[in-house]
């Protein structure tokens, strides 16, 4: 590999980190450098051969730009789970078909028995919109059926639908009608699994054992894994369903599939997914499609976190309180630290996709409408800043990221790091101004040699401070930077501590660090290993979990956590133990958000 290669690999190595649940949310090209270097996340990853790659089905460069340039949308997660204020399906449906495993909360007698209560009396499609449009957002993607295969539209290839309910009217066409109304651009999200369809099968239980990590099922000895005998008419219902979908409402500019790679635990052929997104494509020219049909698709999709840079398209699934749909608990996240998340992925050249629910009555939370309408009053006024822009020319870090469109650059400081911000200048570009776009304060910057130094303003903006840049030239670049360190990803948060343990420290080859209280501990970095470390965490001093182990002299090891079917970074612990007969002398950095 050339230097310069090696330099573009570290660059994109954590180009999109994520932590998801049931897909792969990145797809490449085999050797392509966003693979990461940490194998541990493999699962998150589906690399595809040139050859397959260039015989699938993608949108245009045309077809694309508006949803590049938009950056910002409305993810409405909105079922039967709403019955009990709970994210859809994963903790709903007791019985969950393979590959998935696990149950959810509910008998399957008790919340097939839900849509015989829902009335959605409050239920306003335009009002919904609106939302929408004051708070900033450029699109709107709906579940239409999410895993518990309640329809919510009014499909003529299932009972199990909105229009037999006391509801009884069509939710998707009047939310449809509404954002057609609007000339708000409009998709679907539809999950391939269904874990109520009699037919749904992707695999024959019969062939295979489950196990506990990606893809969770592995043959049986002598067997080959093989969908099941029905499963080929829930391919069928499945075309029929969807064509429904893309010909019943309209213009849909975006169809939002979730059942992709995951390390093997879907394929494209249990979908036939080469032909499904070509029958779709056809039916709605210019459509953008995700990558979760096991085919690369149009854009990639990681969730609940924001990513380093890449070319290819992306989006960040985001929730507004930590709960895809309604739920009070928890609170809504700060609305700093939502709009620096949405920054941070125009930073990174992708949009936020931002999810939330309404109650069981059809009304959304005044207090989680609030929150949107706040970021929407800060878009009005600074959208130049974000809306149409390009990922650059810096790299975005975790206290800054930038964002340039023609001759104009965008600077979000998050976070000063001292009294002033240098960057390298641009090659054959000349800076011709500079000021703060969201403050009143004059900018103190200067330009020597190589470098220009922006000073700290005396009151930053508390959200984040804008800088507004005027070039010479149109900027036509992005300035790499290298990426060395798993924890440079933005969804690991900031260094906690740093704990510095010596050879006398080991007890018989162990030991044990106490945080003093819980924290939400996304990783370690382990400087000045030898032997075999083995890493384990606890909440409560008594119950432990192997975390991970390397026989590195210096090594990353992330901790995650699994909710609602997802993969996220993060576990809520009090102690982590470390395990070396080696006794080495180390250098303990922990992460935390």
């Given at each position: 590999m050339s230097p310069t290669n090696k330099i573009k690999r570290l660059l994109f190595i954590l180009i999109a980190f994520i932590y998801t649940g049931a897909s792969a949310q990145w797809s490449v090209l085999k050797d392509d450098e966003r693979i990461p270097l940490n194998k541990s996340e493999f699962y998150l990853y589906q690399s595809f051969t040139p050859q397959q790659w260039n015989a699938s089905n993608f949108a245009t460069t045309r077809d694309m730009q508006w949803f590049n340039s938009a950056r910002y949308g409305m993810f409405i997660h909105f079922g039967l789970s709403a019955h009990e204020s709970k994210d859809l399906s994963w903790p709903i449906v007791y019985t969950r078909k393979a590959p998935d495993q696990g149950h959810g909360g509910y008998p399957d007698d008790v919340w097939t028995k839900w849509p015989e209560q829902f009335k959605l009396e409050k239920f306003n499609a335009e009002e919904w919109v609106k939302i929408a449009q004051d708070a900033g957002q450029k699109y709107i993607v709906v579940i239409a059926k999410h895993h518990d295969g309640f329809h919510m539209w009014d499909t003529k290839y299932s009972d199990f639908k909105i229009t037999n309910t006391p509801f009884g009217r069509d939710y998707i066409k009047e939310i449809a009608d509404a954002c057609h109304k609007a000339k708000m651009p409009f998709g679907f999200y539809y999950s391939q699994r269904d874990w109520y369809h009699p037919d749904y099968a992707p695999i024959d239980t019969n062939t295979i054992k489950q196990i506990p990590d990606p893809p969770y099922y592995q043959a049986l000895p002598g067997k080959k894994v093989k969908p099941g005998p029905s499963h080929q008419k829930y391919i069928d219902y499945q075309y029929n369903a969807i064509r429904e979908l893309c010909t019943k409402y309209g213009k849909i500019?975006?169809?939002w599939f979730d059942a992709v790679y995951w390390g093997g635990m879907f394929t494209a052929d249990m979908w036939d997914s080469e032909n499904l997104t070509r029958m779709i494509r056809r039916l709605q020219p210019g459509i953008v499609i995700n990558n979760r049909a096991s085919i690369p698709g149009d854009f990639d999709t990681p969730e609940q976190r924001i990513g380093m840079y890449q070319k290819r398209p992306w989006e960040s699934a985001m929730t507004l309180n930590g709960s895809w749909a309604y739920s009070p608990q928890p609170k809504v996240r700060p609305v700093k630290s939502l709009l620096q998340e949405m920054l941070s992925a125009a930073s990174g050249n992708g949009n936020v996709l931002l999810s939330w629910g309404a109650h069981w009555n059809g009304e959304f939370d005044s207090t989680q409408k609030d929150s949107l309408l706040t970021i929407g009053n800060w878009l009005k006024k600074y959208g130049e800043a974000y809306y149409g822009t390009n990922g650059g020319p810096w790299m975005p870090t975790k206290n800054y990221g930038s964002v340039y469109s023609k001759n104009k650059i965008y600077i979000y400081v998050y976070n000063w790091n001292g009294d002033k911000l240098s960057l390298p200048k641009i090659p054959g570009n000349?800076?011709?101004?500079?000021?703060?776009?969201?403050?009143?304060?004059?900018?103190?910057?200067?330009?020597?040699?190589?470098?220009?130094?922006?000073?700290?303003?005396q009151n930053p903006d508390k959200l984040v401070t804008v800088i507004a840049l005027t070039m010479a030239k149109t900027i036509n670049n992005v300035i790499e930077t290298k990426t060395l360190s798993l924890f440079d990803d933005p969804a690991y948060g900031q260094k906690l501590k740093v704990v510095e343990l010596g050879n006398s420290d080991w007890k018989q080859g162990n030991i044990t660090i106490d945080l003093y209280a819980v924290k939400k501990i996304t990783g370690l970095d382990v400087t000045g290993n030898s032997g075999t470390l083995v890493v384990s965490s606890s909440k409560d001093g008594k119950n432990w979990q192997k975390e991970g182990s390397s026989s590195k002299s210096k090594s990353s090891i992330s901790l995650t956590s699994f909710l609602a079917g997802v993969y996220i970074p993060g576990k809520e612990i009090r102690y982590i133990k470390l395990t070396n007969q080696h006794k080495p002398n180390l250098i303990i950095s922990l992460y935390s958000k």
């Open positions: 500019d975006i169809f000349e800076l011709l101004s500079a000021s703060f776009l969201n403050i009143s304060e004059k900018l103190n910057y200067q330009k020597s040699g190589s470098i220009i130094t922006f000073h700290k303003p």
